[in-house]
């Protein structure tokens, strides 16, 4: 099986994060850094984002060991975004308590020849204007997943929408995908997406799993469960990673490819919630990986024989 | 295929609800009345209950036309069972406005020898030592499955983990689950319950679906994703429906069948919130059964293939 390469642009931050079962004091985090762990496990990824010359080496030495490309992480004069959190003790939201944008508040993503040429692409969660434009320049893209936040959809409404109208699969979380619908039932709001243009979103619901809606079909993957979860934090990100990671392995895009998908994005995400920062996404390893989308197939594969 | 008799021993109610979609006034209701709607589509279902002199005969006829054997149908002197409650925009949790237990308040299961030879039991959310009771007259049970409530949690928790320890499987929602086992989490609160002794416990999550866990298996379906409902009442009940009536169907408790009783409950469970009252329940039809667990079976079930 040969893997497509994978372009993500997001953010690499530093975060301090407090949960009921521990903490972690600038840590690596940001979107395009959860993805690019989680997605690295699956298909070679070139990461696009921007740090501060803070931005600590060994960090550095992280991305290279899971053999991410770095060429287009670009380093600006300042401080690294960094965020402060924290998680109550039914852990469903962050508590953001400062957010210091530094470099991250003039990231202008800038893509070389290779970036424009892969086929696969996740667009974190940036200002959808940065979005559009990388979207833009992309050469000849096979499939384009988004992500994107509140903040946005509250200042933004329109320009998320045509985001959502140009990618293969939006990903929005409960709240986001009520916000931008306008509607309260999650099936409803997915209904009411499509119809707003998007070709397919997947509404990620913490631990209860992830929906997948497009035109035509409907797919539910539940989240791995975890007796034990430690930082929910890049949940969504990691959940990304494997998502599009294994749909640029495999690159397929039917059903059962879009199921396995959902399967291997509830894995990574289980496994980037065990640990602070992305620790657990690093040190984990293809068997392990794989146990547990086995482990989910056992749990929710049947076989349909007539009822009656 | 030889479905097997199903006794179940609840409450008959006469129901006052208000949803954000409407209302309905003394429609029929109460857990063993679902549970018969719903299981009378896989199973025989012998119903024991106790009514008031007031009990509309209509509602009789309703039991009858779907085959629910009424010999065990008590009728006290005195008014029925009524509950009046409403639910808010989310739908997530009644709000009970007023309870007149009437002539429930003193029911005492009365069971025949047709009822003590049920190899397939309900014991839906009654008072635990009632539940016990019933239970050490069952001539020789196969499977049996049980509800309760916060109500009993509070008021007799070593009594409803005596039930949890002697049922085969209890049903209990997020809350309940909560309260009894001390968790949070709802992967914990089930492996506690286990500790506690119980053989298999299914956590029922509403919107979210519902989780099963025994000692060596997990089982996960998601709700079948509705854009419409109207009204939750029963929903819980309607769940057991399906589950304990496909495996008294097919008399089989492998993992493959659990799984299927699991997608069964998941199908009554959402054709009872499509309208108050069991109206649905009563009108669906073996096709739209099958089509839902059908549907259910395409949203969830993927091929399990290496993934490296």
């Given at each position: 099986m040969t893997a497509a390469d994978i372009l993500v642009v997001g953010?690499?931050?530093?975060?301090?994060?407090?949960?009921?079962?521990?903490?972690?004091?600038?840590?690596?985090?940001?979107?395009?850094?959860?993805?690019?762990?989680?997605?690295?496990?699956?298909?070679?990824?070139?990461l696009v984002a921007v740090v501060g010359e803070d931005f600590p080496h060994r960090h550095r030495d992280q991305f290279e060991a899971r053999g991410v490309d770095l060429s287009g992480l670009e380093t600006a004069s300042g401080r690294t975004f960094r965020w402060r959190g924290e998680y109550m003790a039914e852990l469903g939201h962050a508590h953001t308590l400062e957010t210091q944008l530094n470099v991250f508040s003039a990231f202008h993503p800038r893509l070389d020849g290779r970036h424009r040429e892969?086929?696969?692409?996740?667009?974190?969660?940036?200002?959808?204007?940065?979005?559009?434009?990388?979207?833009?320049?992309?050469a000849s893209p096979r499939l384009v997943v988004s992500d994107?936040?509140?903040?946005?959809?509250?200042?933004?409404?329109?320009?998320?929408?045509?985001?959502?109208?140009?990618?293969?699969?939006?990903?929005?979380?409960?709240?986001?995908?009520?916000?931008?619908?306008?509607?309260?039932?999650?099936?409803?709001?997915?209904?009411?997406?499509?119809?707003?243009?998007?070709?397919?979103?997947?509404?990620?619901?913490?631990?209860?799993?992830?929906?997948?809606?497009?035109?035509?079909?409907?797919?539910?993957?539940p989240a791995f469960p975890l007796p034990m979860l430690r930082d929910p934090t890049g949940a969504g990100d990691s959940?990304?990673?494997?998502?599009?990671?294994?749909?640029?392995?495999?690159?397929?895009?039917?059903?059962d490819a879009l199921r396995q998908g959902l399967a291997c994005g509830a894995?990574?995400?289980?496994?980037?919630?065990?640990?602070?920062?992305?620790?657990r996404l690093i040190e984990t390893t293809r068997e392990e990986i794989g146990d547990r989308v086995a482990a989910l197939h056992r749990?929710?594969?049947?076989s349909l024989e007539p009822l009656f």
């Amino acid at each position: 099986m040969t893997a497509a390469d994978i372009l993500v642009v997001g953010s690499v931050a530093l975060d301090s994060v407090r949960t009921p079962y521990g903490q972690a004091e600038e840590a690596l985090g940001g979107s395009a850094s959860y993805f690019s762990f989680s997605a690295s496990h699956f298909a070679p990824v070139r990461l696009v984002a921007v740090v501060g010359e803070d931005f600590p080496h060994r960090h550095r030495d992280q991305f290279e060991a899971r053999g991410v490309d770095l060429s287009g992480l670009e380093t600006a004069s300042g401080r690294t975004f960094r965020w402060r959190g924290e998680y109550m003790a039914e852990l469903g939201h962050a508590h953001t308590l400062e957010t210091q944008l530094n470099v991250f508040s003039a990231f202008h993503p800038r893509l070389d020849g290779r970036h424009r040429e892969c086929h696969y692409v996740f667009l974190a969660n940036i200002d959808p204007d940065l979005q559009l434009e990388v979207l833009g320049q992309m050469a000849s893209p096979r499939l384009v997943v988004s992500d994107t936040m509140n903040y946005w959809i509250a200042r933004k409404p329109e320009r998320v929408v045509e985001v959502l109208r140009r990618v293969d699969v939006a990903l929005l979380n409960e709240e986001e995908a009520r916000a931008l619908s306008g509607e309260t039932q999650l099936a409803a709001a997915a209904e009411r997406l499509i119809e707003q243009g998007g070709r397919a979103v997947v509404i990620k619901k913490g631990e209860h799993g992830a929906l997948y809606r497009s035109r035509d079909a409907m797919f539910i993957t539940p989240a791995f469960p975890l007796p034990m979860l430690r930082d929910p934090t890049g949940a969504g990100d990691s959940f990304a990673g494997g998502f599009l990671g294994w749909l640029a392995r495999c690159q397929r895009t039917d059903g059962d490819a879009l199921r396995q998908g959902l399967a291997c994005g509830a894995a990574m995400a289980s496994l980037a919630i065990e640990s602070f920062s992305p620790q657990r996404l690093i040190e984990t390893t293809r068997e392990e990986i794989g146990d547990r989308v086995a482990a989910l197939h056992r749990m929710v594969t049947f076989s349909l024989e007539p009822l009656f």
